[in-house]
C-alpha cells in the first residue's frame, strides 16, 4: 500500500526510545511532519535530524508534531536521540510495517535490503496527507522549505 495526496492515514502505533507504543492519531490540531530515514548514525540522516533539531521553535510555531521514523530498533534510536541532543521523537518500523504502508522500502541501500527511504510527509490534524516526497537518492535532504510552506 501506498498514500497518496488526500488519503486520509489511519493511525501510527510505533515504538519510541523508551520502547513505548506512540500512536499518532487524528485530532490533535497539529500538523503531523514524519520524517523517515534510512539509519541511525549515518551521516546525512545525523546532518538531516539534527537540521530539525535546530529549526524545532519554527515547526512548534507552525503547529507541527515532527517524528523521525527508521526501521533501526529502538535501543538504536535511544542511543542517537541522546548523542545528538534531539528534542523530537523518534519511531522505530522495526517490522517495516509503517515504510510498507507509506511505499518508502528500498531494496538496495549499500546492499542491505529493507531500510527506509529518506522521505517526508506531511499529515493534517485530521491524518488527511498534504504533503508526500520520496527521495531516490539518500543523500539529497527532504525539501524543508517546501515542508515549512504546506505548515503555513
Known amino acids: 500500500m501506498s498514500y497518496q495526496i488526500g488519503d486520509n492515514v489511519p493511525n501510527i502505533t510505533l515504538q519510541d526510545t523508551d520502547g513505548n507504543h506512540t500512536t499518532i492519531e487524528a485530532g490533535t490540531g497539529k500538523h503531523t511532519v514524519l520524517l523517515f530515514f534510512p539509519l541511525a548514525f549515518s551521516s546525512v540522516c545525523t546532518e538531516e535530524l539534527c537540521s530539525v533539531r535546530d529549526n524545532m521553535k519554527l515547526y512548534e510555531s507552525l503547529n507541527a508534531n515532527i517524528y523521525g521514523i527508521s526501521i533501526d530498533s529502538f535501543f538504536s534510536l535511544k542511543a542517537f536521540k541522546q ?4 528534542n523530537f521523537t523518534l519511531l522505530s518500523d522495526f517490522n517495516k ?20 527511504k529518506r522521505s517526508a510527509f506531511v499529515l493534517d490534524g485530521d491524518m488527511k496527507l498534504i504533503h508526500a516526497e520520496i527521495l531516490e537518492d539518500a543523500s539529497h535532504m527532504p525539501n524543508f522549505d517546501k515542508i515549512k510552506e504546506v505548515l503555513q
Open 83 to 86: 548523542s545528538q541532543n534531539l
Open 97 to 116: 510495517v509503517q515504510s510498507t504502508n507509506f511505499g518508502v522500502l528500498n531494496n538496495d541501500f549499500f546492499g542491505m535490503i529493507g531500510v527506509a
